[in-house]
T-cell receptor, first 121, second 113 residues
Framework: GAVVSQHPSRVICKSGTSVKIECRSL??????MFWYRQFPKQSLMLMAT?????????EQGVEKDKFLINHASLTLSTLTVTSAHPEDSSFYIC?????????????????FGPGTRLTVL | QKEVEQNSGPLSVPEGAIASLNCTYS??????FFWYRQYSGKSPELIMS????GDKEDGRFTAQLNKASQYVSLLIRDSQPSDSATYLC?????????????FGQGTTLQVKP
């Protein structure tokens, strides 16, 4: 399957600082990437859909000014958690659809990056 | 609200038995269905995708889809301790001109040696 990487895998930061997480598609071009957050013992919750060359689409309840998403190229999307607080501590995972149906939004399989564990002290 | 429901478990089966994991979904227009396996502390890993009614087999795994009943299941034959993980059912749902994966809360499977 398609390969998606994330960096860093783990980050610990002080409250009030900003953290940037990178998500890369290694063997395909991804026009759309997805950012999820997962708290312990809970399922994945979609935060936003990242579209190359345009603004991200945020899910209801997700602060777009706090979680800045940039998708400047077809292989890289970044999520910046600004002014992080302990309640932002979570497992952040990106994903992308593998190349599939031409035209329209592919419903092909989503492949996930390995995730980034964020701990805010 | 489009939803995907799973029994959180834990589902405990002895080694070598068949594990049966179930999932229901609310969006009748959904066309794409997925099962992911997630080990503790790791990201989800795709096991199966299914798009048509009926069964789809891949090794020890069989996915079953019944769109009329809005029901998806995953059977794991000859369960192994290494199959112990959380299994996430996911359904692709259309939202206007876009779409997204809706996840169930996951079922924890424990395979006992």
């Amino acid at each position: 399957g398609a390969v998606v990487s994330q960096h860093p895998s783990r980050v610990i930061c002080k409250s009030g600082t900003s953290v940037k997480i990178e998500c890369r598609s290694l063997d395909f071009q991804a026009t759309t990437m997805f950012w999820y957050r997962q708290f312990p013992k809970q399922s994945l919750m979609l935060m936003a859909t990242s579209n190359e060359g345009s603004k991200a689409t945020y899910e209801q309840g997700v602060e777009k000014d706090k979680f800045l998403i940039n998708h400047a190229s077809l292989t890289l999307s970044t999520l910046t958690v600004t002014s992080a607080h302990p309640e932002d501590s979570s497992f952040y995972i990106c994903s992308s659809n593998s190349p599939g149906v031409a035209g329209g939004l592919s419903t092909d399989t989503q492949y996930f990056g390995p995730g980034t564990r964020l701990t805010v002290l | 609200q489009k939803e995907v429901e799973q029994n959180s478990g834990p589902l405990s089966v002895p080694e070598g038995a068949i594990a049966s994991l179930n999932c229901t979904y609310s969006d009748r227009g959904s066309q794409s269905f997925f099962w992911y396996r997630q080990y503790s502390g790791k990201s989800p890993e795709l096991i199966m995708s299914i798009y048509s009614n009926g069964d789809k087999e891949d090794g020890r795994f069989t996915a079953q889809l019944n769109k009329a009943s809005q029901y998806v299941s995953l059977l794991i034959r000859d369960s192994q301790p290494s199959d112990s993980a959380t299994y996430l059912c996911a359904v692709w749902s259309r939202w206007g001109n876009t779409g997204k994966l809706i996840f169930g809360q996951g079922t924890t499977l424990q395979v006992k040696p």
